[in-house]
């Protein structure tokens, strides 16, 4: 079938002062019925039209979600570790309008001529949309990324503050707080509430274990004396007994009847462990490696 220009399939016959023939003769109506068949040809013409830019922008839609997926995709492949202006370099600053552009603009307006023209005003419509949407997503990714960067930097200066403790004299209570002080000025700075109640709570535990560590370097037999004394105290007879079930300050003098406090976020399954280990190590049955935290 022959295609018909839509500009010629949209018009009608001629009303003006033209040739005209009654209704009711027989030219008169097959010029009446060729107009209603040019005029039903033109719709269908443009509703297949219409319905061909309907289909075009579906696959340019596409192509411009999966553009804007690889460039987030290689934005945070590039951002720096602690995500620092990845939002702002893909979506830009919208404060009512765009102050700054980021790449999703560029990306989409270089799409907006590729669209048919009928689809064009309602896809340029949807710009603000996806913006939104996709700040989501760029919000949501650098603060993960801050998050795995706090938690990062928090792991190595936690190792290198348990470090010092391990290697200190575990008699200088002064240090031993000092460096438990600094350790929870650090944590104080995290961003994430969850994260620093976690870190706190970890930080209190591995600084007793730290402080046990230097305790067994010192002096093993006094650890294990030490290690155990709170759990005997909490037995039941309200005496504070070693893991011989002696005094401890009656050997040390200087210790404390009650036990060393510093120890006292010390699990009782850790408590327990190290204690034995001490009273292993202060036997001369194991070695102590103090860089990789195990006895062997």
């Known amino acids: 079938m022959a295609t018909i220009p839509l500009q010629l399939a949209q018009r009608r016959l001629d009303t003006g002062s033209v040739l005209s023939y009654p209704d009711s003769s027989p030219v008169g109506a097959a010029m009446q019925g060729f107009g209603d068949e040019l005029s039903a040809v033109a719709e269908r013409f443009r509703q297949q039209k219409q319905q061909q830019d309907a289909f075009d922008a579906e696959v340019i839609g596409r192509e411009l979600n999966g553009q804007i997926a690889q460039a987030e995709k290689e934005a945070i492949q590039n951002a720096p570790a602690d995500g620092r202006g990845l939002h702002d370099a893909m979506y830009g600053q919208a404060r009512n309008g765009v102050v700054k552009p980021g790449l999703f ?22 710009k ?23 938690q990062a930097e928090w792991s190595k200066a936690q190792a290198a503050e348990l470090n010092a403790i391990a290697q200190s004299d575990p008699d200088d209570s002064a240090t031993f707080k000092a460096i438990r002080r600094s350790g929870f000025d650090f944590i104080a700075k995290m961003g994430s509430p969850v994260a620093r109640q976690l870190a706190e709570t970890g930080w209190r535990s591995n600084t007793a274990k730290a402080l046990a560590q230097a305790m ?75 860089d990789l935290w195990f006895w062997i």
């Open 105 to 126: 603009d560029k990306i989409f307006d270089s799409t907006v001529p590729k669209m048919p023209e009928s689809q064009r005003a309602s896809f340029i419509r949807q």
């Open 128 to 150: 603000e949309a996806l913006r939104l949407a996709g700040s989501a997503r760029m919000a949501a990714q650098q603060y993960a990324r801050r998050q795995d960067y706090e």
């Open 216 to 290: 067994l370097a010192k002096d093993p037999r006094r650890a294990a004396e030490m290690l155990g004394a709170a759990p005997a105290a909490q037995a039941g007879d309200g005496e504070t007994t070693g893991a011989d079930g002696t005094d401890p300050s009656a050997k040390n003098p200087n210790w404390p009847a009650s036990g060393d406090d510093r120890l006292a976020d010390l699990t009782p399954d850790d408590r327990v462990a190290l204690a034995r280990l001490a009273g292993d190590k202060s036997d001369g049955g194991l070695s102590y490696n103090t």
